[in-house]
């Protein structure tokens, strides 16, 4: 009899409720990610007049940029207020950053492919975020591999960089940071529509790298391609 007892209501309620709740959590990470779009532009158009001195302490930017990825969120997490706080001090550094990359497309009369950049990443990141909700697959295995990619590329644009520094072999490395976080934005978006992360703000830090990386790599292949050089 025991059977027949069950509460079936009470599981479905229990299931819209953390629907619900998902969707919530959802809804309130890309809230972030358009707000940290927003700091990142900030920080672009504050510090453009300067885009000499911006270029001269490029290193030293990368630097703390790198500590409030690593360090800054980590030390904030769970603390409400603070952890607001080092978002939009992280994003607003990443468009600080680009400025050096904007000012050369500008100073070249390429300045329209930003806004072409913007676009186009954002119509893909949108496409690659509703293909990984609405999709049956699980892409829950691909976070060892994409993050041995990830140092591959490092290592590739490290030794391009230093040694080889070989204009084709940029295109292709720029082409590769492209695809690779392309997948990353699908694995990242399953992982916070599955309930992977605990706040919203790490959450949207994964969305907001994904975007940062493919609008930087599709704004340099546009400004390699366009450029009649």
């Known amino acids: 009899m025991a059977l027949y007892d069950r509460d079936y209501t009470q599981n479905e ?13 959802m809804k309130r990470t890309y ?3 358009g707000a ?15 885009a000499q001195t ?10 703390f940029e790198l500590f409030m990825l690593f360090v800054g969120l980590g030390m904030t997490r769970n603390k409400p207020g603070l ?17 050096p990359l904007l000012a050369r497309l500008i100073g070249a009369g390429n ?12 119509v893909l990141f949108g496409a690659l975020s509703l293909f990984a909700i609405n999709s049956r697959s699980d892409f829950s295995s691909w976070g060892k591999p994409l993050f ?50 605990d706040s919203e703000v790490d959450a949207a830090v994964s969305l907001y790298l994904d975007f940062l990386n493919m609008f930087t790599s ?9 450029n009649d050089d």
């Not at 309620?13 to 959590?25: D, I, M, P």
């Not at 952890?83 to 400025?99: C, E, K, P």
């Not at 072999?169 to 082409?175: E, G, N, Q």
Request: hydrophobic share 60%.
């Open 148 to 197: 041995i990619t990830l140092i591959v590329i490092i290592v590739a644009s490290l030794v391009n960089m230093f040694i080889l520094q070989s204009p084709m072999m940029h295109v292709i490395i720029t082409a590769g940071v492209l695809l690779l976080f392309s997948l990353f934005t699908i694995y990242d978006t399953q992982n916070i529509a599955n309930g992977a992360y």
């Open 36 to 50: 940290s779009m927003i700091a990142a532009a900030a920080g672009a158009y504050a510090t453009m007049p300067y």
């Open 218 to 226: 599709i704004l340099q292949l546009l400004g390699i391609f366009g």
């Open 54 to 63: 911006v270029l001269e302490y490029k290193w030293f930017i990368f630097g």
């Open 31 to 33: 809230q972030l990610l």
């Open 13 to 25: 309620s229990v299931s819209y409720v953390q629907e619900g709740a998902s969707v919530a959590f």
């Open 83 to 99: 952890n607001l706080a080092a978002l939009f001090v992280f994003t607003f550094t990443t468009g600080v950053s680009l400025v």
């Open 111 to 122: 300045g329209g492919v930003i806004g072409n950049a913007f676009l186009m990443t954002a």
